[in-house]
């Protein structure tokens, strides 16, 4: 339908998580009447990405030097370790503006039916990192495979660092969540989960 | 939040018609992850866009060669001329296989309160290819501009070349639709434009 080069745009596009036929052809029609300079700075961007960034060589989390920005601030409890699965998870959690401690990020989450097993996930170095810890708050998603991941993780912790505290994050009805909608799962453990009020 | 680079990229996918926050961060995420090759393909794509692309001399559609597929096809019908917005139209138009003749892209629709008036449109050369036509099919979108734009190339044509036929794609329900989900306009379209049953 299209020429080959708009076709072959369309094609990366696709390959963007959610994006279908339509949507890539949408955006690339847009890139083909944009500003040739904006089109060379996105090219450009893509390239830098893939040159620039890599793993934090502490936590695993994305950096262009060799530690993060987090692991290299000196004004962070280094002795509080947020374990999540992505580093989106981290810019997450950064919003918030209320963890002054570090992170370490899996960079995925077990799941034998897809062939992650422990050993693929940045799971030795947090070993490691726990033997000097004072906490390790496991932040894995609330979903099957991140339940998975949590226990592997408290287990694999209790074992080689039985000294050091490992909490999980809670889970209960989020802020806004009305009971009547919320799933039995969810209900199930803002039940178990209750607390004291004072 | 994120390394510059990543952020920059992230910025650059935010450009994107429909594309938020949350959505560029995912995209850019993917990127990072991507094969350095395919993120090399990626950006290569987006560059030749720029540089292969322009419109066709004849009809203004998207093409990398001085004519575009369809006015540079003989065995098409050149004395028929099927008249829309844009380049998507062509493709959603010859995915139907049912149009042999040719098409003339507007590059937009007369829009006076977005400062779009006819002689920013590919317009005056339709005018030119009207004079060896035998039929003009206005195709733009049902909408206000869409219809405004309809309006005014009918007056122009009938005024510059009043020989030709002007005709107007049928407007009514679409199909599968329903009587009880459609608009007055639509209603209103299918009962004036209705046709005699065989």
Redesign the interface.
């Known amino acids: 339908?299209?020429?080959?080069?708009?076709e072959?745009?369309i094609?990366?596009f696709r390959?963007?998580?959610?994006v279908g036929e339509k949507?890539a052809?949408?955006?690339?029609?847009?890139?083909?009447e944009?500003d040739?300079e904006?089109?060379?700075?996105?090219?450009?961007?893509?390239?830098?990405?893939?040159e620039?960034?890599h793993h934090c060589s502490v936590c695993g989390n994305?950096?262009?030097g060799e530690r993060?920005?987090i692991c290299s601030d000196a004004s962070r409890n280094h002795r509080q370790i947020f374990v999540v699965q992505?580093?989106?998870d981290?810019?997450a959690m950064?919003?918030t503006n209320e963890y002054r401690g570090v992170y370490h990020v899996l960079n995925g989450l077990i799941c034998p039916s897809k062939g992650v097993m422990p050993e693929d996930l940045n799971i030795e170095k947090l070993t490691e990192r726990a033997a000097q810890a004072d906490e390790i708050i496991i932040a894995t998603n609330a979903t099957l495979d991140g339940e998975t991941t949590a226990m592997y993780l408290d287990r694999l912790l209790k074992q080689k660092c039985p000294d050091v505290l490992v909490t999980r994050i809670a889970h209960g009805l989020p802020a806004g969540g009305m009971l009547d909608y919320a799933d039995e799962m969810t209900l199930s453990h803002a039940l178990s989960d209750r607390r004291k009020m004072r």
Chains 1, 2 share one sequence.
Do not use: H
Not at 15 to 18: A, E, R, S, V
Not at 25 to 32: D, H, K, T, V
Not at 38 to 50: G, H, P, S, T, Y
């Open positions: 339908m299209y020429p080959a080069s708009l072959k745009l094609q990366c390959t963007l998580p959610g949507t052809e949408r955006y690339a029609l847009l890139i083909s944009s040739p904006d089109v060379r700075q996105f090219a450009e961007a893509l390239i830098n990405v893939k620039k960034l994305l950096s262009e993060c920005s992505s580093a989106r981290v810019s950064e919003r």
